[in-house]
């Protein structure tokens, strides 16, 4: 059973809700100034966050969000907080698209970010076109992720970087992974694949959650090698491969789902909607 969505935005901010609710399900920020994300994202049927802001072990991450670690010599990850590598940090500069929409049971909005050098010049514009499909026990988050260079742009090689999943892992109730080639865990880090998905215990929901995040065959080094970290972060990351380019003007656009569950499903569900997604 599917539910009719509404979105309301201001000024930074997005947020989509069942209709006649006044919890949203998905919250897109786009804060001036700072790396949009999206949190949370509500457990289907529930009221519990699948995602994490600022955890502890790692205070730069958000949710479901775009990290990247080498951009001619600049990192857009640690947002100025790690003291040893300020000085490379560039800054984010997001806003919101257009007039987020939604009809029947999707929602859609896109946010538009300037990624700038330490010294205040343009690097890249990237543009986040979202598509939310309610399917009533699952959700379905698509996204279109685009860079456009504003200078010629190296993306160097490094071991994570892209789309990042942080769910609200805890050590005392742990979590697993599996890969669409049924690695798991930490045999997933850094190895090939169409999908990662994680489940775990999320706090005020009863069992496990699970989220599947999706690789496209259009991206760049699909199936794309994956970051997998130890409290179970996931990115599909072209980066882990080697260094990409983009000259002055050039764009590259990166297509991924996320596919949120309330219960944990198995491989072969999994697979039907990659299969759904792809084709």
């Known amino acids: 059973m599917t539910t009719e969505l509404t979105v309301l935005a201001d000024a930074g901010w997005a947020g989509v809700f069942h209709a006649g609710s006044r919890t949203p399900i998905v919250v897109q920020n786009a804060t ?4 949009p994300f999206i949190h949370p ?5 529930g009221t519990a966050a699948v995602t994490e802001d600022a955890p502890g ?7 479901l969000y775009v990290g990247l670690n080498d951009v001619n010599g600049v990192g857009f990850w640690l947002e100025g907080l790690r003291p040893s590598h300020a000085a490379t940090d560039g800054t984010f500069h997001p806003r919101l698209q257009g007039t987020p929409q939604a009809r029947d049971n999707r929602a859609w909005w896109s946010v538009g970010t300037d990624y700038r050098h330490p010294d ?3 690097l890249m514009r990237e543009t986040q076109d979202w598509l939310l499909t309610d399917h009533g026990d699952r959700y379905d988050l698509d996204v279109v992720l685009t860079f456009q ?4 742009l190296t993306f160097g090689q490094y071991p994570y970087g892209g789309l990042f999943l942080r769910m609200p892992y805890r050590k005392e109730t742990g979590g697993h992974a599996i890969n669409s080639e049924g690695l798991r865990d930490a045999d997933a880090e850094g190895r090939r694949a169409r999908w990662v998905a994680v489940r775990m215990a999320v706090p005020g929901h009863t069992g496990e959650a699970q989220v599947a995040v999706m690789d496209h065959p259009d991206n760049l080094e699909h199936p794309v090698p994956w970051r997998v970290d130890n ?3 996931v990115a599909p990351s ?16 990166f297509r991924h789902r996320v596919a949120v569950f309330a219960h944990p499903v198995g491989p ?10 792809t084709t």
């Open 32 to 35: 001036p100034g700072r790396r």
């Open 41 to 45: 994202i509500v457990v289907p049927g």
């Open 57 to 63: 072990h790692h205070p730069w991450q958000h949710g």
């Open 120 to 122: 205040g010049s343009p």
């Open 149 to 152: 260079a504003r200078v010629p």
């Open 231 to 233: 409290e179970f972060g």
């Open 238 to 253: 072209a980066c882990v491969a080697g260094p990409w380019t983009l000259g002055e003007d050039e764009s590259r656009a």
């Open 268 to 277: 072969q569900t999994i697979d039907e909607i990659w299969t759904s997604f």
